[in-house]
Antibody, heavy 124, light 112 residues
Framework: QLQLVQSGAEVKKPGASVRVSCKASGYTFTDYQIHWVRQAPGQGLEWMGRINPNSGDTNYAQKFQGRVTMARDTSITTAYMELTRLTSDDTAVYFC?????????????????WGQGTLVTVSS | DIVMTQSPLSLPVTPGEPASISCRSSQSLLFRNGNNYLDWYLQKPGQSPQLLIFLGSNRASGVPDRFSGSGSGTDFTLKISRVEAEDVGVYYCMQTLQSPLTFGGGTKVEIK
């Protein structure tokens, strides 16, 4: 069935990098954009950026420019989000989410489904 | 960036009673195609967010009809006609009109 399964929890030291994966199944991977959203403990949702798995084109929030890289491997229908130069402020649950309509539909941008989330803890 | 403002922050509700959440955007979310690029999500405790309403007023697949979305431009409302215990959680609005996509701060719905 349609689902996004993310990699497991990570513990990193300040200054390190983390890569989170998002394995897609149940649909044509290259037809739907994948977005990344994070949620700090007890806080709201924050959009990080998106990738078009068909072209590899990306669009990042200004806040993360220079520190985030989103990529995909179409052969294994998996999207990745790498965040570098981690600080304690990056401690959060990171979600991947698929846009519910194919990129060529050019209407709406709602997310459905979401991955289960990956907790990244940054601590010395 | 488009700023999304939700109210109230917290909403104690009685099962069977209606509930309403407001979401306002700092810029109009109405696109020239007539769609409002505003979605609603519910994040139940310990879970990922789930889509409730897209493009302002369209219920997502499988969403009970007690949920409805309305509004246009900069003012939007999510209504629950009769709250059930399973509706507890944090509700978020999100705009997808322009990058960066932005979320409201969330409204926590809990049973009285």
């Amino acid at each position: 069935q349609l689902q996004l399964v993310q990699s497991g929890a990570e513990v990193k030291k300040p200054g390190a990098s983390v890569r989170v994966s998002c394995k897609a199944s149940g649909y044509t991977f290259t037809d739907y954009q994948i977005h990344w959203v994070r949620q700090a403990p007890g806080q709201g949702l924050e959009w990080m950026g998106r990738i078009n798995p068909n072209s590899g084109d990306t669009n990042y929030a200004q806040k993360f420019q220079g520190r985030v890289t989103m990529a995909r491997d179409t052969s294994i229908t998996t999207a990745y989000m790498e965040l570098t130069r981690l600080t304690s402020d990056d401690t959060a649950v990171y979600f991947c989410a698929r846009v519910s309509k194919p990129y060529y539909a050019k209407t709406g941008g709602e997310f459905d489904p979401w991955g289960q989330g990956t907790l990244v803890t940054v601590s010395s | 960036d488009i700023v999304m403002t939700q109210s109230p922050l917290s909403l104690p509700v009685t099962p069977g009673e209606p509930a309403s959440i407001s979401c306002r955007s700092s810029q109009s979310l109405l696109f020239r195609n007539g769609n409002n690029y505003l979605d609603w999500y519910l994040q139940k405790p310990g879970q990922s967010p789930q889509l409730l309403i897209f493009l302002g007023s369209n219920r997502a697949s499988g969403v009970p009809d007690r949920f409805s979305g309305s509004g246009s431009g900069t003012d939007f409302t999510l209504k629950i006609s009769r709250v059930e215990a399973e509706d507890v959680g944090v509700y978020y609005c999100m705009q997808t009109l322009q990058s960066p996509l932005t979320f409201g701060g969330g409204t926590k719905v809990e049973i009285k």
